[in-house]
């Protein structure tokens, strides 16, 4: 009798290891392990759990396996306790003792109740949520507010834009290198958990530093500073949550409980963000409240002149972070030979004398005014500096902490194991197997579609607030942003407004994800995803109808915004009910993979979209903030540029999205569950039905030996590849060379041609510090204004007076994005390159390619099912006028009410 675990698989023990799957099982013996090995050990976990689903029964039965719904003999059939009442419902024991076993070598966390309804404990669930509070809300956080901090601090947007691309094209090479790394690791403390140890505190350190520039930095050294730890920061984050966002879908066995775990990280998720948009404003009215603005400088004149001297901050200066003013904000001086006091100069008098058509202050007070409006500005820098320092030390403590906490308290699957894990599959045939998953590939063109919508509106958001709905001059109290005081309103400040709105985004979708869920149990996982994408499109529209004033309106819009936001946790749930189909094609699971994967080509689609917008305001007159004043902006074509961008295209592409999410095959809890049984039959080495094509599929095993052939010829798909090689195996390998290197010379072509491109016009990138402040002997700053001027505003539209130039920043950025494209072509063409080396050197045998053609016709088959869009609308309208038909038949049969 074999062993308990021959039929593990992925990072267990177990015996033929199915073909193209990602992670091997080790084999014990060469034969298929027989169901009486199965319940070889029956380990009491506790009574059923979970909430029963209705779902209407399939038409097809297996009549082999079906079982009379009646009284079970669980000791007769050594089943365990938990299970009869699947075995009540139909389930064949062997099945069911298959899937009892792969549970338990398989997931290492104690999982409760029968095969499919199981739970997790609830420390482990809370322990492995807990880190999501600082993982998806510091990327909005950084969306949204760091990167128009960082241009207050007079950081030059398109360089700012450039250091984004550039981060993320590193990130398409990253994020399938790590995937491949966690996959591959083999160590007695696991997958993932050794990368969660050693990243999480470089990560908090990353984050802190960016959220922490030198007061001293000049514009062009602050945007180095935010380029360096944005690029790291990001860096780390890969390293440490591909594994972590990998370790999710591997610790429970059931789609149910995975819903319930993805939406308890999404309550993370959502309280970590509504903190993330909170605290930065909170904490600038705590730093305003506890430190007020010191104006002695310009109270009481030295020796003729009153300055910005005293409104730096005093603790920046003494822990040695140097003054926080500006070269050109230490230069400034106003004559004035006597105390404001003596002259009766006061805060109120200079409110009295801002002149909003010549946006500055007039009378014989004008000096002093100006000077006080400095040092409020300076101060108000401060706030922000010191409160987004406080913010990304609370975040980055947070997840070192609570990631550390996991680490200890979850456990992996291959840990279970006491043998060496056997090596996996070469990285490029990992990848490429992920597109023979139909499920899968049929959702990467809407996840695309998805990507970009949220990559344009969060990059845009803030001008949108900004240049759309100007709090600053919809309110003559506001003075342009100027304007202090008690009396001033809270929403003069496009900061406090954009607050308002993504605390009012987050608060909607934490409130509604208790909805969405009820949903989920109500009309099913797959019609609530669809619903939840539709959501998004309709709500996105309401932006369209604001203006400049609209402050409350924009409130309510943004949190109109945020109700389909607290359905996020569908797409992994939808991700893991993918993962299982995979482990029912190849018998392996691919966790790492396919969450790299999901994310990896919308990342690539979503680099031009995060960048390239804020780097084109330039070219349609955007005039930056100066010293962290928003400006009024003058060329009109800034609010249809932004109303495009933010509004049409972002509602165009949900709507595709959703259209194109109908085509997903899998509709119901019973093909899931479908799913399951499949995977517990070939583990028993029987073939099974196809849940979603409907045919019959089994997994062919292989030896050790002929699995590594069988991943080199992996890095050419399909059926008809062996039917060649079988053919003529030397003219294919020739074949092969000639592709894989064709290949390789366009994509290194294109990374040269976009290297030149970056290296041509990085010129143009053009700094907030082009003009360097030096004092005159007047005491006056030489720096001229970096406010740029129009003469037609209306028709110029970016042309700029000095000189006519139109602003061309974009292209370097356009050019960076394109480089991380084709830095990922060359790194793939290259792992393809190889293989083909390798298989012209040694193609597989007859034999061998006989067996790998009748794989791949197999799942060939499995991928043929209708996925038109037309018949998935038909499809998904179906049950509604079935629903509207039944309840209109039954209003006609109620009897009338006698005549009196």
């Known amino acids: 009798m074999a062993e308990l675990d021959t039929f593990s698989n992925g990072d267990g023990d177990g015996d033929g290891p199915a073909l193209n799957s990602a992670e091997p099982a080790t084999a014990t013996s060469e034969s298929t392990a027989g169901p009486a090995d199965v319940g070889a050990v029956i380990q009491d976990d506790g009574a059923p759990q979970g909430v029963p689903v209705e779902f209407p029964e399939s038409k097809e039965q297996d009549e082999e396996s079906a079982l009379p719904r009646s009284s079970v003999n669980l000791e007769e059939m050594d089943v365990h306790p938990d299970d009869a009442v699947k075995l009540r419902e139909g389930m064949d024991p062997d099945i069911a003792k298959a899937l009892r076993n792969r549970r338990k070598t398989l997931y290492a966390n104690e999982?409760?109740?029968?095969?499919?309804?199981?739970?997790?404990?609830?420390?482990?669930?809370?322990?492995?949520?807990?880190?999501?509070?600082?993982?998806?809300?510091?990327?909005?956080?950084?969306?949204?507010?760091?990167?128009?901090?960082?241009?207050?601090?007079?950081?030059?947007?398109?360089?700012?834009?450039?250091?984004?691309?550039?981060?993320?094209?590193?990130?398409?090479?990253?994020d399938p290198s790590m995937s491949y790394v966690t996959d591959s690791w083999r160590g007695k403390h696991g997958r993932r958990r050794p990368f969660l140890a050693i990243g999480c505190i470089p990560y908090g350190l990353s984050l802190f530093f960016l959220m922490t520039p030198f007061p001293s930095l000049d514009a062009t050294q602050v945007s180095t500073w935010f380029g360096i730890f944005y690029i790291l920061f990001f860096l780390w984050n890969t390293f440490t949550n591909i594994p972590y966002d990998s370790l999710g879908p591997e610790l429970t066995d059931n789609p149910s409980d995975r819903s319930v775990l993805f939406f308890v990280c999404t309550l993370f998720d959502g309280v970590g963000a509504i903190c993330a948009t909170l605290l930065p404003v909170v904490g600038q009215l705590f730093f305003a409240m506890g430190r007020p603005v010191v104006t002695d400088s310009?109270?009481?004149?030295?020796?003729?002149?009153?300055?910005?001297?005293?409104?730096?901050?005093?603790?920046?200066?003494?822990?040695?972070?140097?003054?926080?003013?500006?070269?050109?904000?230490?230069?400034?001086?106003?004559?004035?030979?006597?105390?404001?006091?003596?002259?009766?100069?006061?805060?109120?008098?200079?409110?009295?004398?801002?002149?909003?058509?010549?946006?500055?202050?007039?009378?014989?007070?004008?000096?002093?005014?100006?000077?006080?409006?400095?040092?409020?500005?300076?101060?108000?820098?401060?706030?922000?500096?010191?409160?987004?320092?406080?913010?990304?030390?609370?975040?980055?403590?947070?997840?070192?902490?609570?990631?550390?906490?996991?680490?200890?308290?979850?456990?992996?699957?291959?840990?279970?194991?006491?043998?060496?894990?056997?090596?996996?599959?070469?990285?490029?045939?990992?990848?490429?197997?992920?597109?023979?998953?139909?499920?899968?590939?049929?959702?990467?063109?809407?996840?695309?579609?998805?990507?970009?919508?949220?990559?344009?509106?969060?990059?845009?958001?803030?001008?949108?607030?900004?240049?759309?709905?100007?709090?600053?001059?919809?309110?003559?109290?506001?003075?342009?942003?100027?304007?202090?005081?008690?009396?001033?309103?809270?929403?003069?400040?496009?900061?406090?407004?954009?607050?308002?709105?993504?605390?009012?985004?987050?608060?909607?979708?934490?409130?509604?994800?208790?909805?969405?869920?009820?949903?989920?149990?109500?009309?099913?996982?797959?019609?609530?995803?669809?619903?939840?994408?539709?959501?998004?499109?309709?709500?996105?529209?309401?932006?369209?109808?604001?203006?400049?004033?609209?402050?409350?309106?924009?409130?309510?819009?943004?949190?109109?915004?945020?109700?389909?936001?607290?359905?996020?946790?569908?797409?992994?749930?939808?991700?893991?009910?993918?993962?299982?189909?995979?482990?029912?094609?190849?018998?392996?699971?691919?966790?790492?993979?396919?969450?790299?994967?999901?994310?990896?080509?919308?990342?690539?689609?979503?680099?031009?979209?995060?960048?390239?917008?804020?780097?084109?305001?330039?070219?349609?007159?955007?005039?930056?903030?100066?010293?962290?004043v928003v400006q009024k902006q003058l060329s009109s074509c800034i609010r249809p540029y932004i109303i495009i961008t933010m509004i049409a295209i972002p509602t165009s592409l949900s709507l595709l999205a959703f259209f194109l999410k109908l085509r997903f095959p899998l509709k119901s809890v019973?093909?899931?569950?479908?799913?399951?049984?499949?995977?517990?039959?070939?583990?028993?080495?029987?073939?099974?039905?196809?849940?979603?094509?409907?045919?019959?599929?089994?997994?062919?095993?292989?030896?050790?030996?002929?699995?590594?052939?069988?991943y080199r010829l992996d890095n050419f798909m399909g059926s008809k590849v062996c039917d060649r090689a079988l053919k003529d195996p030397e003219k294919e390998s020739k074949r092969f060379l000639k592709v894989s290197f064709t290949q390789l010379s366009l994509a290194i072509a294109a990374m040269v041609g976009s290297a030149a491109w970056v290296g041509g016009t990085f010129s143009l990138l053009k700094s907030g510090d082009d003009n360097i402040a030096v004092c005159d002997l007047s005491g006056q700053s030489s720096a001229n204004s970096s406010i740029m001027a129009f003469s037609d505003p209306d028709a110029s539209c970016g042309v700029r007076i000095e000189g006519l130039e139109v602003n061309l920043s974009f292209i370097p950025v356009l050019g960076v994005v394109f480089f991380g494209v084709s830095v990922t072509g060359v790194f793939i063409t290259c792992l393809r390159a190889a293989g083909a080396r390798s298989l012209a050197k040694n193609m597989p045998g007859k034999e061998l390619l006989e067996k790998i053609r009748e794989q791949r016709v197999l799942k060939e088959k499995c991928r043929e099912f209708d996925t038109s869009i037309m018949q998935a609308c038909k499809s998904y309208i179906e049950p509604f006028r079935r629903a509207s038909a039944v309840s209109t038949h039954e209003n006609k049969e109620e009897p009338q009410p006698a005549a009196i």
């Not at 972070?321 to 404001?340: F, H, K």
């Not at 517990?680 to 029987?686: A, S």
Request: hydrophobic residues 45%.
């Open 670 to 710: 019973k093909q899931n569950e479908k799913i399951s049984e499949g995977i517990g039959q070939h583990l028993l080495g029987k073939p099974a039905k196809c849940p979603v094509s409907g045919v019959s599929y089994s997994l062919l095993p292989l030896s050790e030996a002929e699995m590594k052939d069988a």
């Open 298 to 628: 310009c109270d009481v004149p030295v020796d003729g002149v009153i300055s910005l001297a005293s409104c730096g901050s005093r603790l920046a200066e003494k822990v040695g972070l140097g003054s926080t003013l500006t070269d050109d904000q230490a230069c400034r001086i106003w004559r004035m030979n006597e105390s404001a006091a003596s002259l009766g100069y006061t805060a109120e008098l200079c409110d009295s004398l801002f002149d909003p058509a010549q946006k500055g202050f007039v009378g014989n007070a004008s000096d002093f005014c100006q000077c006080l409006a400095d040092c409020k500005i300076v101060n108000r820098l401060d706030n922000a500096r010191g409160a987004y320092s406080v913010v990304g030390l609370f975040f980055g403590l947070w997840y070192i902490i609570t990631m550390l906490i996991a680490v200890k308290k979850v456990k992996e699957r291959s840990q279970l194991s006491g043998r060496p894990l056997p090596p996996p599959p070469p990285m490029l045939p990992a990848m490429l197997n992920t597109f023979q998953n139909k499920t899968f590939s049929l959702l990467l063109p809407a996840w695309i579609c998805d990507a970009l919508v949220n990559s344009l509106i969060a990059s845009l958001l803030t001008y949108y607030v900004r240049y759309v709905i100007e709090p600053e001059f919809a309110d003559e109290r506001c003075q342009g942003g100027l304007a202090t005081g008690p009396d001033v309103p809270i929403f003069c400040s496009s900061e406090a407004v954009l607050g308002a709105c993504v605390a009012a985004v987050l608060f909607a979708a934490f409130l509604g994800t208790p909805m969405w869920l009820l949903l989920v149990k109500k009309i099913g996982k797959r019609n609530t995803w669809l619903l939840w994408s539709l959501t998004m499109a309709i709500t996105n529209v309401s932006f369209f109808f604001l203006g400049s004033g609209d402050i409350v309106g924009v409130i309510v819009c943004a949190g109109l915004n945020g109700i389909p936001m607290g359905a996020k946790f569908l797409a992994d749930a939808i991700l893991a009910d993918v993962i299982d189909y995979d482990e029912f094609l190849t018998g392996a699971r691919s966790e790492a993979t396919y969450t790299m994967f999901k994310s990896f080509l919308p990342k690539i689609a979503a680099i031009p979209a995060s960048a390239v917008p804020i780097a084109l305001l330039g070219v349609f007159g955007h005039i930056p903030p100066q010293e962290g």
């Open 111 to 174: 999982i409760q109740g029968p095969v499919h309804d199981g739970k997790l404990s609830k420390s482990v669930l809370f322990a492995y949520s807990a880190p999501s509070f600082s993982t998806v809300p510091l990327t909005l956080l950084i969306s949204i507010y760091v990167v128009q901090f960082y241009e207050k601090l007079g950081a030059d947007l398109a360089m700012l834009a450039f250091f984004q691309a550039l981060a993320r094209g590193f990130d398409v090479i990253t």
